[in-house]
């Protein structure tokens, strides 16, 4: 499946914030949205990095409660993997388990155009499974 198909089903929208917000404005972010990545952008359009729960878990680690106080931009990834609408979710899942990472914004025309996380792509990939199955199952038993 491309990633443009993906993405018509699950939808676009991205859940962003600023370099210069808290590290607390990312964790209710990440709360309010239900998500565990946020992109981060000045303009939601072009990607400056991209922000989890990992990586405040990290910071935590390192510095205990204080973190919270510190900018997104200092504990966010700065080195952010993308895919386009025209890739596919095999390929995406291949880099995603590689790279170690979960969360993959997508980029169309330079712009950031939606984001997919790998229980996107796990969740694509067992309909697909089912589906096969259901296939076959009705082939045998038509016989």
Known sequence: ??????LANKGSAVA??????TVADAVEELSRHHVGAL????????????VSERDVVRKMSECGGAVVS????SIMSSTVYTCSPAD?????MRTMTERRIRHVPVV??????????????VKDRIEELEKNRTELIEYITAR
């Open 1 to 6: 499946m491309l990633i443009s198909t993906l």
């Open 16 to 21: 962003t914030i600023r370099g210069d917000a």
């Open 39 to 50: 992109v981060v952008s000045d303009d939601g359009q072009k990607i400056d990095g991209i």
């Open 70 to 73: 510190e900018l997104v931009s």
């Open 88 to 92: 596919d979710t095999e390929t995406l």
């Open 108 to 121: 169309d025309g330079g712009r950031l155009a939606g984001i997919v996380s790998i229980g996107d792509v």
